[in-house]
T-cell receptor
């Protein structure tokens, strides 16, 4: 089982739609969680951190479910400019005391006019 | 504020050639990372540096070496490039243990 798993998509949705992505992780000791956005051939850019109580930033809402070991990202009122790949990232402390970031392979979103 | 800067942006090498990818950050971060990204795979960690003067291997270190020159700079060296090293390379840094990573623009490397 991969440490971080995402549905690769693509998710094709019309403008204005609401779309949700899930990401599951295997390490129950994981401590911090993030969603990144990556445009074609560009660097990943932080979209939002994910907090235990859930958090919202404009049209974007992130949730964390520690019991079931998944995080989610909800995008409301989708815009054409939301078309991108969304990466789930999980940060855990390793047995050596270092911190490692595990990336999902990403979920592709295409918002259609 | 430039953030994380990588050079070069593009590079083509012949098999067996060597090169160094440069990375610098101006955010006073302690930890720096080198990742590679290949189609259909998530970002994979090559090497990281938890603090100035320390470096450690990541998931895919073979064929690479790194130098943490000072707090700002972390370079990645390919001593003898191979076609399997054709990839997009990203440098990143972070502020604290649980902080998010900040990425540079990437270096697109092709080895023929």
């Amino acid at each position: 089982r991969k440490e971080v798993e995402q549905d690769p998509g693509p998710f094709n949705v019309p403008e204005g739609a609401t779309v949700a992505f899930n990401c599951t992780y295997s390490n129950s000791a994981s401590q911090s969680f993030f969603w990144y956005r990556q445009d074609c051939r560009k660097e990943p850019k932080l979209l939002m951190s994910v907090y235990s109580s859930g958090n919202e930033d404009g049209r974007f809402t992130a949730q964390l479910n520690r019991a079931s070991q998944y995080i989610s990202l909800l995008i409301r009122d989708s815009k054409l400019s939301d078309s991108a790949t969304y990466l789930c990232v999980v940060n855990s402390a390793s047995t050596s005391g270092t911190y490692k970031y595990i990336f999902g392979t990403g979920t592709r979103l295409k918002v259609l006019a | 504020n430039a953030g994380v800067t990588q050079t070069p942006k593009f590079q083509v090498l012949k098999t067996g050639q060597s090169m160094t990818l440069q990375c610098a950050q101006d955010m006073n971060h302690n930890s720096m990372y080198w990742y590679r990204q290949d189609p259909g795979m998530g970002l994979r960690l090559i090497y990281y540096s938890a603090s100035e003067g320390t470096t450690d291997k990541g998931e895919v270190p073979n064929g690479y070496n790194v130098s943490r020159l000072n707090k700002r700079e972390f370079s990645l060296r390919l001593e003898s490039a191979a076609p399997s090293q054709t990839s997009v390379y990203f440098c990143a840094s972070r502020e604290e243990n649980w902080s998010p990573l900040h990425f540079g623009n990437g270096t697109r490397l092709t080895v023929t």
